[in-house]
């Protein structure tokens, strides 16, 4: 069974850091792209990162870049979005999804697999 399951949401005051978790399960990693997806209250779910786990290439939205890198541990399955300098603009729910036989791309239906998310709310 293909699991995603998300980790390491919170509370945070603008400036802060957080770093999401993406635990991945029941696939071979190494043939999918891991998104990272964030959708807030009111707003159409949108990119915010992605790695090709076949050669660690990473991509970011213009929003995110400079403030968010994206890593992995393939021994752990596990793939990380480390949010620095947070903005409240950045509160929403955080969902990593899994990409099989595509590149990375923001194009949701190309993302077969979803986690449940977790929640960033960033403070002014």
């Known amino acids: 069974e293909v699991q995603l399951v998300e980790s390491g949401g919170g509370l945070v005051q603008a400036g802060g850091s957080l770093r999401l978790s993406c635990a991945a399960s029941?696939?071979?990693?190494?043939?999918?792209?891991i998104g990272w997806f964030r959708q807030a209250p009111g707003k159409e779910r949108e990119g915010v990162s992605c790695m090709r786990m076949s050669d660690n290439s990473t991509y970011y939205a213009d929003s995110v870049k400079g403030r968010f890198t994206i890593s992995s541990d393939n021994a752990k399955n596990t793939v990380y979005l480390q949010m620095s300098s947070l903005k409240p603009d950045d509160t929403a729910v955080y969902y990593c999804?899994?990409?099989?036989?595509?590149?990375?791309?923001?194009?949701?239906?190309?993302?077969?697999?979803w986690g449940q998310g977790t929640q960033v709310t960033v403070s002014s």
């Open positions: 029941g696939f071979t990693f190494d043939d999918y792209a």
């Open positions: 999804a899994a990409s099989r036989d595509h590149p990375c791309s923001w194009y949701r239906d190309w993302y077969s697999y």
